[in-house]
C-alpha cells in the first residue's frame, strides 16, 4: 500500500514540476545547484527539497494543515516523509562528489 502511494505521488510530483516550472516560489533546486559547501547544507538542502514537494503536491496550505494531524501520527507516513529526505540527500551528496 505504502509503495502504490510513493509511486502515485512520484507521478503527481513529476506532472507538478512540469506544470510549475516557472513558479519560483517553489523552485525544487535553490539557486539552481545541488552543490552544498558541506554534508550539513547538503542534508539542510534536502529537507527543503522535501518540504517544497508537499507544498507542491499540495498547494493548499489549509488543506495540509488540516491532514498535518493525519500524517504526524502515522508512522508510516513518518517513515515514507523521512525515505524522501534520504532520497534527496543522496542525490545532493552524489553531486558533490560525496564532499570528498
Keep these: 500500500m505504502l509503495h502504490s502511494y510513493l509511486r502515485k505521488l512520484r507521478l503527481n510530483f513529476q506532472f507538478l514540476c512540469v506544470t510549475q516550472k516557472n ?33 507542491i503536491t499540495q498547494p493548499d496550505a489549509e488543506m495540509r494543515e488540516k491532514l498535518r494531524p493525519k500524517y504526524a501520527n502515522d508512522a508510516a507516513m513518518l517513515i515514507a516523509i523521512g525515505q ?17
Design 23 to 55: 513558479d519560483r516560489s517553489n523552485k525544487l533546486i535553490l539557486r539552481n545547484t545541488l552543490l552544498t559547501n558541506s554534508p550539513e547544507e547538503g542534508r539542510a538542502l534536502a529537507v527543503k527539497m522535501a518540504r517544497l514537494i508537499i507544498k
Design 84 to 100: 524522501t529526505v534520504a532520497t534527496e540527500f543522496a542525490t545532493i551528496a552524489k553531486a558533490n562528489d560525496y564532499w570528498k
